[in-house]
């Protein structure tokens, strides 16, 4: 059973850190890209970030390049979204999502297992 459980969401005050988590079980982890995606109240569901197989190649959105970095570690089958310098404009659920291809791509029409998501709250 394909599982994908992200963790890490709160409430955070604008200019702090927040460390999302997102472990992942029941697929061969290490041939997947993994990418962050979020979505916030009445808009699409958006990129924010994604990894391919080997960390060899990472792609971020514009709008949280220079403030969030996207790591994995495949032995223990978690990718991470580090958010540094977070705005009210980051607030949104944040979904981890798999990718079969391995390939870090900002389209989420490649990736084929997505988690449930974790909240994340932004105050001013």
């Known amino acids: 059973q394909v599982q994908l459980v992200e963790s890490g969401g709160g409430f955070v005050q604008a200019g702090g850190s927040l460390r999302l988590s997102c472990v992942a079980s029941g697929f061969a982890f290490s041939d997947y890209a993994m990418g962050w995606f979020r979505q916030a109240p009445e808009k699409e569901r958006e990129f924010v970030a994604a990894?391919?197989?080997?960390?060899?190649?990472?792609d971020y959105a514009d709008s949280v390049k220079g403030r969030f970095t996207i790591s994995r570690d495949n032995a223990l089958n978690t990718v991470y979204l580090q958010m540094n310098n977070v705005k009210p404009s980051d607030t949104a659920v944040y979904y981890c999502?798999?990718?079969?291809?391995?390939?870090?791509?900002?389209?989420?029409?490649?990736?084929?297992?997505w988690g449930q998501g974790t909240q994340v709250t932004v105050s001013s």
């Open positions: 999502a798999a990718g079969p291809e391995g390939i870090a791509t900002p389209d989420p029409r490649p990736y084929d297992y």
């Open positions: 990894t391919s197989w080997n960390s060899g190649v990472t």
